[in-house]
């Protein structure tokens, strides 16, 4: 079984729509979560942290469940400039770093 | 300007050929580490070092051999390449490790033929 698991679309959306992504991970000794955004074959880059009361960055919001072992992420008012690969990260034993294998999004004019 | 430096970019070569893909950090950062990315698995560790003189396997080390000689690089060693190792490449830092932002270079595609 995958340590995380994403859906890996394409989710194609018009500008200005709300969308949500959800991320499961399979050991619930994990400790750390993020959301990468990753433009096509450049390097991920850090998006936002997860915290356990959830947490917002401008349009993104993301959000934690630790009983149900999952993670999401909602961007509200797409932006063209939104599309890309969102990769969900795990970490458990302060030392590995296991990567969703990603969930595209196209927004569209 | 902080950053992550890896080269080469990209790289064709041959089975059985070695190579070496250099991985610098500017950051003092402790921790480094290396993954592979393949269409549809997502970006796999293949090793990671907390610190100079201490690495560790990650999921997918078969194949490969790192160094920690200095804090700031840390390259990755493909003594005898073959075509199942033909993917893009990233070299990450995180200041102590899992837990913290991982800074990632700008990544190398390598072909083995």
Redesign the interface.
């Known amino acids: 079984r995958k340590e995380?698991e994403q859906d890996?679309g394409p989710f194609n959306v018009p500008e200005g729509a709300t969308v949500a992504f959800n991320c499961t991970y399979s050991n619930s000794a994990s400790?750390?979560f993020?959301w990468?955004r990753q433009d096509c074959?450049?390097?991920?880059?850090?998006l936002m942290?997860v915290y356990s009361s959830g947490n917002e960055d401008g349009r993104f919001t993301a959000q934690l469940n630790r009983a149900s072992q999952y993670i999401s992420l909602l961007i509200r008012d797409s932006k063209l400039s939104d599309s890309a690969t969102y990769?969900c990260v795990v970490?458990?034993?302060?030392?590995?770093?296991?990567?969703?294998?990603?969930t595209k999004l196209n927004v569209k004019p | 300007e902080a950053q992550v430096t890896q080269n080469p970019r990209y790289l064709i070569t041959v089975t059985g050929k070695k190579l070496t893909v250099t991985c610098s950090q500017n950051m003092n950062h402790e921790y480094m580490s290396w993954y592979r990315q393949d269409p549809g698995l997502g970006l796999r560790q293949i090793y990671y070092s907390m610190n100079v003189e201490v690495t560790d396997k990650g999921d997918v080390p078969e194949g490969y051999k790192v160094s920690r000689k200095e804090k700031r690089n840390f390259p990755l060693i493909l003594e005898s390449p073959s075509p199942n190792q033909t993917s893009l490449y990233f070299c990450a830092s995180s200041f102590q490790g899992a837990g913290e932002k991982l800074f990632f270079g700008s990544g190398t595609q390598l072909s083995v033929l």
Do not use: A
Request: no cysteine; charged share 20%.
């Open positions: 995380v890996p400790q750390s993020f990468y074959r450049k390097e991920p880059k850090l942290s990769l970490t458990h034993n302060f030392n590995k770093f296991y990567f969703g294998s990603g």
